[in-house]
């Protein structure tokens, strides 16, 4: 068996530092076209400024850190994960908010703005498996934190928590599977990560009265978003966000966020392990990212 933590790592297959040549490539992109979209009528065009020029000096500190002989790399690609996030999520929807507004400003508010990146981003995801044939292959990454949950269970005294680490294993072992069990997702390659992957659906294929329902499996992640997101924006329509137009915000961001850490795990020199996040932490990054682009793109005072 491939060790659990790099599984998804080795699937991927990224030497450095040119991994880092895609971020540079990337960030190169979208902070241009952030700074080609600003303009002095832009709300706090300043601080949308200072967010693309910090997004490109992120991602050099990066390839600094990345073959500095000094330096401790890993340090530098874990602590600046997150602001490469929060910064591209803003670049994104200044681009956005820019394109919209050719339509009339109707279509910057917060809801068309939130579905509109949401469509975006299913197309474009569309066309990532069209075109390059890999998107697919990220059921990889449910299969490994699957196997991750279900280690950690070993090691749980509590039966509540036990529980709760059992149902969130499964969870992840059926979404995996719903993607991977398509026809041409696993390689027909004899290498062990492939081999292992192939393993799991086959054993998924056998326990026939297991086998998971793609509608249940899709329900009960809408389950969990609807609560989970639902919650966050709640708490955020203190300070003045619509909790309908605040729940879909942090869909979007999801969303962009989730493609993002794609790219940069299928071609950057992200990790899963870096990449992923408990659900505490990961609510947590949801509501300051969503605050903060809700202050700078919709908060009218």
Partial sequence: MTDVDRLVDIIFEKEQPESVDFEIAFTALVATATLTSLNSTVRHSLIITLCALALLVLTLVRRMGVIGKHTDEEAVLNWTVR????????CVLQISNTVLSTVGDWATRINIVSLSLIVAVLFIVVLQEFVFGDYRIWGSAFFTKGLAVQNGNEEVDSRLHSLILTVLAKFYFEFAYLILQEPGVIPE???????????FVEEMDEGEQTR?????????SGIILVVGYGTVSWILSFTGLPVVGGFLLLVMIMAVRHLIGFWYLAYGSQTLSRFLQGNTHHLATMGIYGGVSYWLFFYAP
């Fill in 83 to 90: 602001p490469i996030e929060m910064l591209s999520i803003i």
């Fill in 189 to 199: 390659r004899d290498i062990e990560k492939w081999n292992t992957l192939r393993e």
């Fill in 212 to 220: 998971p329902s793609a509608t249940r499996t899709l329900f009960g």
